[in-house]
């Protein structure tokens, strides 16, 4: 499962992270993941992307981890927005991911080859973020407060993320700084853990769609 949900979210490199945890990022990662200029110009190139978010002003999570009617009818039109918009690229997405399933389900690939298929699918990816900025900008979003209703979204469907998402990854890339605080991963994780009644309630009418929209909060999207 770690290793499918990695592949989703495009960043194939953090299979490591998923399933070797600290040790895993600090003792292969990290070393060489400065090294690696197609992952790194990817990175810079996602990491542009979202400074074009027009909504720059800093967003605090409610204590009480609730959304607002307003929060959870933004996210859905910029799943709906995305989903129009990514029709094609999905297609690409499908193609590469099936091909990279299917043969790594008869072996274990070789750290070589993930960072490879780390570099295509992020430069898929950098594609595809055009099209969520966009979406973004349209619902008025700052990047923060989206991922927070995205978190929150769902997890009051029952599905838990990856608490370090894609933008942080491609900030700190293109900062050329590699060191994730796992500390703040851990503390993300269990801020998530309480599902207020709230939220369940108001996400419930959206379930079915959701199905589809999931792949791409797995993208990292």
Known sequence: MGKKIALGCLVVFLVV???GGYWGY???VKPVFSNIGSIQHSAQQINDKN???RNRSVFSPPQTGELTTSQVNNFVSVQQEMR???ENVLAEFQE???ELGQSWERRDPTFRE???AGGDLLALYSDAKQVQVDAINSAGFSLEEYRFVQQSFYQALGVELFSYNIDQIA????EGNININMEEFETAREQMREVP???RELVAPFADSAEDWLMFAWWGL
């Open 51 to 53: 400074n074009q978010i």
């Open 114 to 116: 993930m960072m490879n």
């Open 171 to 174: 900030r700190a890339a293109a």
């Open 197 to 199: 009644e709230r939220n």
């Open 26 to 28: 600090t003792s292969l």
């Open 96 to 98: 590469k991911y099936e």
């Open 17 to 19: 992270i998923i399933g």
């Open 84 to 86: 129009r918009g990514l």
